[in-house]
């Protein structure tokens, strides 16, 4: 079964997840995306830019896992690299940052999961989002439920964890606190979606079709999920689709030609925001004229391959990862072929 066919919700064994934890994806790509477009817009404004995100960002001190753990970089034909982001959703950003500078566990469990691949051309990024509950060999801990990780070993086990599913080199780690959330929403004059299913939550009701969502309304949209007959399948659909919104937001003309309006966005989410220590403005200003060209239709997001639900031997409802289709992304993130793999599946958004 593909993994974007209706399929029941798993039911939880452990606590409900912490509200804030679910939206921190959609928040760290989108305050990325304000960064890396800075390169469009004078270099005045780039290097005000680059100062609020070094001195407003948190620097995670031990983000990795042992170098012996972790996979190479492929060699390409054409001489080039891509590039992995991970990013990690936290309902406490400073605690989880906390932790991984001690090298110890976390009493914590990450959520929200994707990683970003950025292919050697630059010219497209693909975001794979992992669910919450899909069943993995977590490193030195058996079989679990994915989100786990972070509360076995910190960040650098969630990062050795992702690597070893998908045999793929992590390059920078993100973690993103929700409250940047509402305020980059709101700083951008919100941001337009067409919701796909009406539904209504926490006093709020989506009416199906396009309607301009302020961040206390957006921030219920993609956290959202009782509502659903398919629950957190559903959920992911919708931050997947709100995140392309929101990167078609700041990926317009009014946005790009506006600096303040993009100095007033990064101001609000610098200081909710987390990366490893390689992740400094140099790296990101350098990124963001690699990326200058892309649009919020080179962005493609999809789900991390699964069979649907099922159950682990201890009895917790898990989703089930498929083996043979994670295989296949393995192969086509070792070639950088990310693009002709959505095709090969059928898979587009």
Same mark, same amino acid.
């Given at each position: 079964?593909?993994?974007?066919?209706?399929?029941?919700?798993?039911?939880?064994?452990?606590?409900?997840?912490?509200?804030?934890?679910?939206?921190?994806?959609?928040?760290?790509?989108?305050?990325?995306?304000?960064?890396?477009?800075?390169?469009?817009?004078?270099?005045?404004?780039?290097?005000?830019?680059?100062?609020?995100?070094?001195?407003?960002?948190?620097?995670?001190?031990?983000?990795?896992?042992?170098?012996?753990?972790?996979?190479?970089?492929?060699?390409?034909?054409?001489?080039?690299?891509?590039?992995?982001?991970?990013?990690?959703?936290? @309902?406490?950003?400073?605690?989880?940052?906390?932790?991984?500078?001690?090298?110890?566990?976390?009493?914590?469990?990450?959520?929200?999961?994707?990683?970003?691949?950025?292919?050697?051309?630059?010219?497209?990024?693909?975001?794979?989002?992992?669910?919450?509950?899909?069943?993995?060999?977590?490193?030195?801990?058996?079989?679990?439920?994915?989100?786990?990780?972070?509360?076995?070993?910190?960040?650098?086990?969630?990062?050795?964890?992702?690597?070893?599913?998908? @045999?793929?080199?992590?390059?920078?780690?993100?973690?993103?606190?929700?409250?940047?959330?509402?305020?980059?929403?709101?700083?951008?004059?919100?941001?337009?979606?067409?919701?796909?299913?009406?539904?209504?939550?926490?006093?709020? @009701?989506?009416?199906?079709?396009?309607?301009?969502?302020?961040?206390?309304?957006?921030?219920?949209?993609?956290?959202?999920?009782?509502?659903?007959?398919?629950?957190?399948?559903?959920?992911?659909?919708?931050?997947?689709?709100?995140?392309?919104?929101?990167?078609?937001?700041?990926?317009?003309?009014?946005?790009?030609?506006?600096?303040?309006?993009?100095?007033?966005?990064?101001?609000?989410?610098?200081?909710?925001?987390?990366? @490893?220590?390689?992740?400094?403005?140099?790296?990101?200003?350098?990124?963001?004229?690699?990326?200058?060209?892309?649009?919020?239709?080179?962005?493609?997001?999809?789900?991390?391959?699964?069979?649907?639900?099922?159950?682990?031997?201890?009895?917790?409802?898990?989703?089930?990862?498929?083996?043979?289709?994670?295989?296949?992304?393995?192969?086509?993130?070792?070639?950088?072929?990310?693009?002709?793999?959505?095709?090969?599946?059928?898979?587009?958004?």
């Amino acid at each position: 079964m593909h993994n974007d066919e209706m399929l029941p919700e798993a039911t939880q064994e452990e606590p409900a997840p912490r509200k804030k934890s679910h939206v921190a994806r959609n928040v760290l790509l989108g305050f990325l995306a304000v960064v890396l477009v800075a390169g469009a817009v004078s270099g005045f404004y780039l290097y005000n830019l680059a100062n609020s995100f070094n001195t407003k960002t948190q620097k995670i001190e031990h983000a990795f896992p042992e170098e012996s753990t972790r996979p190479t970089k492929p060699t390409l034909p054409n001489g080039g690299e891509a590039m992995n982001i991970l990013v990690l959703g936290s @309902d406490s950003r400073s605690a989880t940052v906390d932790t991984a500078k001690e090298g110890a566990p976390s009493d914590q469990r990450s959520d929200s999961m994707m990683l970003v691949h950025i292919p050697a051309d630059r010219k497209n990024i693909f975001i794979t989002s992992i669910m919450r509950d899909t069943w993995v060999d977590i490193p030195g801990h058996g079989s679990a439920k994915i989100n786990a990780a972070m509360a076995f070993g910190g960040i650098p086990l969630v990062v050795q964890t992702v690597e070893g599913i998908l @045999d793929t080199r992590v390059d920078h780690v993100a973690v993103i606190d929700f409250e940047g959330f509402k305020s980059m929403t709101d700083a951008l004059g919100g941001v337009e979606v067409n919701v796909p299913i009406a539904f209504s939550a926490r006093d709020f @009701d989506f009416a199906k079709g396009k309607q301009v969502l302020s961040g206390d309304k957006a921030l219920v949209f993609v956290r959202e999920r009782y509502a659903f007959p398919d629950g957190d399948y559903q959920r992911v659909k919708n931050q997947q689709l709100f995140l392309k919104a929101l990167l078609g937001k700041f990926l317009t003309t009014e946005t790009l030609t506006d600096p303040g309006k993009i100095s007033a966005v990064v101001d609000e989410v610098s200081p909710y925001v987390s990366v @490893d220590q390689t992740l400094d403005a140099v790296a990101v200003g350098q990124l963001a004229l690699e990326l200058r060209n892309v649009r919020s239709g080179d962005v493609q997001s999809f789900t991390l391959p699964n069979s649907g639900t099922g159950w682990s031997a201890d009895g917790q409802s898990i989703v089930v990862a498929d083996q043979t289709a994670i295989d296949a992304l393995k192969k086509a993130l070792k070639e950088d072929k990310v693009g002709d793999y959505l095709k090969a599946e059928g898979i587009a958004n």
